[in-house]
């Protein structure tokens, strides 16, 4: 890895890690399939790691499937053993009290985010899954990009058309191990004639790919939020990564908006974070202040996390806070109105430049 | 592939991955395999089974053209027999390890050279590589992993790829495969679990290819801007729309000198490009009259093959001649409308003069960003 440091740990801390870590080992594990539509193969390859578990001589069931399924679906469904779905009040639910007497070591649920019907014990089936989990059975289910909650404001933009059933972002945070099943969209078409019949084919092919690059995107952080975990968990503190974050300074003389708005942008194409720090008070006099706040709220407004910087050096303080977020572009105006003091110890611009390793920095004209 | 009419050129699927063992030759077979039961023609260009019984089972009764005998140094080593592939005809070819290089003395230096003249012919390619090897990526995979990748893919050969597909794997059952030795015999699998198969590089290599591959289907989806998609546009700026877009069209120019770091500056400037739609220029600047600073033999054949290295990314290269290095590349870049200037970070060796450039290059300027690109350390000084 990058740079790392050993972390300095406290006894507390300690000792609620190691509790933390048996709570861990008596649930189960969960591991989520995610795929961007219908008939990417989701239901397929839950099954089939399914049947690979079972020949390796796991105890699996199925708990949930859902009604249409293909020939190769079928297929590995006669290899498994099946917990019929309940019949209540007209809808279907997982069997749980059967599941949990029977105790297998690996539950397959398919559509994770399904709506239980009225008087069922929970709302939804992934909190069937998650009394599964505590129960201490492992789950292994999927996952369609359009039913996560945090995500269907995204999804209905580009589909136009709303869910009723949802699964909560920190479940699939929580995952063990998330796999994101890719295919070109055609396939998708294909094999399911998309997802809903009433959209025109040659339409949705583009909305596809738009909820496909979504899905890869939210797997992507979602993996990053897991490097995170990992990294904290083996007291090691990564400094660099393949996230692009990028820090904008801003400082009094600076064109902020300009600075703010390039950021943005730059972020939005990496799919990346955007950061904006300026220096407190001693730094900018109390109209340059004034001038300043509308630029923060553009700068909250384009989702970036606004800091005010503590300590009279500017460059160490930007250094110390690139380097605990991992930023990887520092954005900073240009110093026009050098003084022969700033001059003679190197200006802030300089000075960040070269003492900015592994971090790029771009001067922008002020 | 489902065009009535036959292409003048075969279409490219990549199937892209992070490592060995998370199952892109099975996915590009399986594919093989469901292409042939719909009838359509299709054989084995080259594969690579590396003893895998899941491999070798899901290739059985696909036609596999035999590959070609070369014999190197004393040595026979086996390789794709492209001309067979041409005389045969197929209309798929499937085509492991896009990245490998081919043995010294080959007709092209890299397999997916050859890929090309199969595509010429009009034949469909499906291949399987790493995110690793991909070129601009080069310096961020020597950072996660400590390793050099010698094989690479320049970036302007997958934005060719018709489809990049993902083929995912979590690193943990990715482990699971190589500690079962699903992957590799025992004593090559003790060894990669050592060495690049560490769970933290895995996952930030796992990042980096669902990165790309987002990548990669936003650049191949038909509308515009797909920006809508993930966050709120910025309040539009005064002036007219057609304006602020041409304001927003970026213009990079990299500057290339002999010094290594400029491979640096290249494959950044070239990534950035991608990621802006900027356009992408690289320059060095001959210094005329300069006697002191003229380059030695090995200089310029270093900065030779940096310019060449440029072209390869297909950057346009351009030598200016000038008595002041600053002055000649920032005047050429505010003549060539460019936006942002890539500069690499100083080189300690000459560390004054660097630093001296940097700050004369963004005091000159004006209008253009200059960015100072990271050197990216395996492993730094504890300072």
């Known amino acids: 890895m990058p740079e790392t440091y050993a972390l300095r740990r406290d006894p507390e801390q300690l000792l609620r890690e190691v509790e ?88 397959l649920v398919d559509g994770l985010a399904y709506n239980n019907p009225p008087g069922s014990r929970h709302a939804e089936r992934w909190q069937d899954a998650e009394e599964l989990l505590e129960a201490g059975i492992s789950v292994i289910g999927t996952v369609n990009l359009q039913y996560i909650e945090e995500y269907q404001e995204q999804v209905e933009h580009v589909t136009g058309s709303k869910t009723t059933e949802t699964i909560p972002l920190g479940f699939v945070n929580n995952a063990d191990e998330i796999e994101v099943v ?109 001038r300043l706040e509308p630029n923060l709220a553009l700068a909250s407004r384009l989702g970036a996390e606004v800091e005010a910087l503590d300590g009279s050096d500017l460059v160490t303080s930007v250094l ?47 | 592939m489902n065009q009535s009419a036959i292409p003048s050129r075969g279409s490219l699927k990549i199937y892209l991955g992070y490592a060995a063992g998370i199952g892109k030759t099975f996915k590009m077979l399986e594919e093989g395999q469901k292409l042939k039961r719909e009838g359509v023609d299709v054989v084995i260009g080259y594969f690579e089974p590396h003893g895998r019984k899941d491999t070798m089972v899901v290739a059985e009764g696909l036609e ?43 007709e092209r230096a890299k397999r997916w050279e050859d890929a090309q003249i199969v595509l010429d012919a009009g034949i469909s390619v499906l291949t399987t590589m790493n995110v690793q090897h991909i070129e601009s990526l080069n310096d961020q995979v020597w950072h996660i992993s400590g390793i050099r990748m010698r094989e690479t893919v320049p970036d302007w050969v997958i934005r060719q790829a018709d489809e990049v597909v993902m ?97 640096i500056a290249i494959r950044r400037g070239r990534r950035v490009a991608d990621y802006l739609h900027a356009d992408c220029f690289a320059v060095a600047v001959r210094q005329n009259g300069g006697g002191h600073s003229s380059l030695t033999t090995v200089e310029r054949e270093a900065l030779d093959k940096h310019l060449d290295f440029a072209r390869n990314l297909h950057i346009e ?52 960003q200059v960015t100072i690109v990271a050197e990216r350390h395996r492993t730094s000084e504890p300072r």
């Open chain 1, 20 to 107: 933390a870590q048996e709570a861990y080992e008596r649930r189960g594990r969960l591991k989520i399939f995610l795929g961007y539509a219908s008939g990417v193969g989701k239901s397929y390859r839950m099954l089939d790691e399914g049947r690979r578990r079972h020949t390796r001589g796991e105890d699996v069931v199925v708990g949930a499937m859902q009604a249409v399924t293909s020939v190769e679906v079928q297929k590995i469904l006669q290899t498994l053993e099946v917990i019929p779905l309940q019949r209540l009040n007209g809808g279907e639910r997982m069997d749980i009290d059967l599941i949990l007497s029977r105790r297998p070591q690996v539950c």
């Open chain 1, 182 to 290: 890719d295919a070109p969209p055609e396939e998708c078409i294909e094999r399911f004639g998309c997802n809903d019949p009433k959209r025109g084919t040659a339409a949705s092919q583009e909305q596809l790919s738009q909820l496909r690059e979504i899905a890869l995107v939210l797997a992507a952080e979602v993996v990053d939020r897991q490097l995170e975990a990992y990294v904290r968990r083996h007291g090691l503190e990564q400094l660099w990564g393949v996230h692009e974050r990028i820090l904008v300074v801003l400082t009094p003389r600076a064109n902020s908006t300009h600075m703010i708005e390039s950021g943005g942008r730059n972020a939005r194409r990496f799919r990346g974070d955007l950061f904006v720090v300026h220096p407190g008070d001693p730094y900018f006099t109390p109209e340059e202040k004034a």
């Open chain 1, 320 to 366: 110390q806070f690139a380097r605990t977020r991992g930023i990887t572009q520092i954005f900073i105006a240009r110093n026009t109105a050098e003084t022969w003091w700033e001059r003679l110890r190197g200006g802030d611009v300089d000075r960040l430049i070269s003492e900015a390793e592994g971090i790029d920095v771009r001067v922008f004209p002020s």
């Open chain 2, 64 to 106: 596999l053209i035999p590959r070609r005998k070369i014999e190197y140094r004393g040595a026979v080593f086996e390789d794709m027999d492209t001309e067979a592939i041409l005389r045969r005809a197929p209309r798929v070819c499937l085509v492991d390890e896009f990245a490998h290089s081919n043995v010294p003395g080959s």
């Open chain 2, 167 to 263: 083929v995912d794997l979590p690193p943990g059952a990715l482990l699971n495969r190589l500690r079962r030795g699903a992957v590799y015999p025992p004593e090559k699998a003790s060894k990669a679990l050592e060495n690049f198969f560490k769970e933290s590089t895995l996952v930030v290599l796992r990042e980096l290819a669902l990165r790309q591959t987002a990548y990669e289907v936003d650049v191949r989806t038909p509308s515009p801007e797909t920006e809508t998609a993930s966050s709120p546009e910025p309040a539009p700026p005064a002036g007219s729309q057609p304006l602020a877009t041409a304001a927003n069209h970026d213009r990079i120019l990299i500057y290339v000198t002999h010094d290594p770091l400029s491979a």
């Open chain 2, 317 to 368: 290269t351009r030598v200016l001649e000038g008595e002041n290095i600053a002055e000649t590349l920032v005047n050429f870049a505010l003549q060539r409308q460019i936006t942002q200037i890539f500069l690499a970070r100083n080189n300690s060796r000459s560390g004054v003069f660097r630093k001296d450039f940097v700050r004369q290059v963004v005091h000159l300027a004006r209008d253009i």
